[in-house]
DNA sequence: TCCTTGACTTGGACAAAGTCCATTGTAGGA
DNA sequence: TCCTACAATGGACTTTGTCCAAGTCAAGGA
């Protein structure tokens, strides 16, 4: 992560405590936290950040493509740090957990020109859904 | 579209004008309206409905396998009347337009069984973005 | 080291999409 | 026709997110 911290400096990024925590929160693997929660985990280190420079942040890390947006249901967005690697995701129906999933081959070749209607199509994104283990053990 | 009320009619749903209307205006191909949308375009047959009747019945519809509820964007739902063909979603990025298209194959046969984490997978969804031919001339 | 400046942060107001609930209305059976 | 359980209504409320004016501070220069 002091990697990412590296790379912001060097695209003129101002570093403060803010983005500092905010950039540690985001950091690991399968991590697909909500705005309000990176917003609590933020809290703990620095009780004063507020809920509007955690979006404004996450927002700035987006559009540098060091993490994704992920809407895996119609609730709040959940932001990906492992961006590097093009990938997938896999839900839980139930309880909501997401594990990123690298399918093989290229889901783009599955769609037929007769279905393409003319448009350049530029990303397909797939969510697989269903049970995971814990869930169904329950 | 007078199936569905008859389907509908079958399953002892009781009918009303209300419900009438919103099966109404979700009638036809390609159609992916937004809960205020088809308030909207209710409002026009039955000027009293109400925002939470069109709510509650786009909700039943939903659960009775009738109607299919769509998420393209982070925006608001959207409510596809093309329940009876599986089929996936291909988006304007830049207009919002959507169409219903059929992938050939199976896309969950893409997903290797070190990919799934002892999940059960029970759906796939997919959802194709580019640039539709009306916004690539504009 | 201290200043300056423009970028950053803050909190609160605001907005969009949707849910909830008490009250009122009505479809459909007896 | 009358009853009654189910449905509709509208307004309050919630969640998620955006916007903005004012205050604060990181970082380069003197």
């Known amino acids: 992560m002091s990697d990412l911290l590296e790379r912001l400096r060097g695209r003129g990024w101002r570093m403060?405590?803010?983005?500092?925590?905010?950039?540690?929160?985001?950091?690991?693997?399968?991590?697909?936290?909500?705005?309000?929660?990176?917003?609590a985990r933020a809290v703990e280190k620095l009780p004063e950040i507020s809920r509007a420079t955690v979006y404004n942040t996450l927002g700035e890390l987006v559009s540098l493509g060091e993490v994704l947006e992920v809407s895996t249901d119609r609730r709040a967005k959940r932001y990906d740090p492992n961006a590097h690697r093009p990938?997938?995701?896999?839900v839980c129906a139930r309880c909501?957990?997401?594990?990123?999933?690298h399918p093989v081959?290229?889901?783009?070749?599955?769609l037929p020109d007769t279905e393409r209607f003319g448009?350049?199509?530029s990303d397909v994104e797939v969510t697989y859904r269903g049970t995971c283990p814990n869930c169904a053990a329950g």
């Not at 081959?105 to 599955?110: E, H, I, V, Y």
């Open 16 to 39: 403060t405590a803010q983005r500092r925590v905010v950039a540690e929160v985001l950091d690991g693997d399968h991590v697909h936290l909500t705005a309000d929660e990176v917003h």
């Open 87 to 90: 990938h997938q995701h896999l």
């Open 96 to 101: 909501g957990a997401i594990r990123d999933v």
């Open 119 to 121: 448009f350049t199509i």
């Open 105 to 110: 081959g290229n889901p783009l070749a599955d």
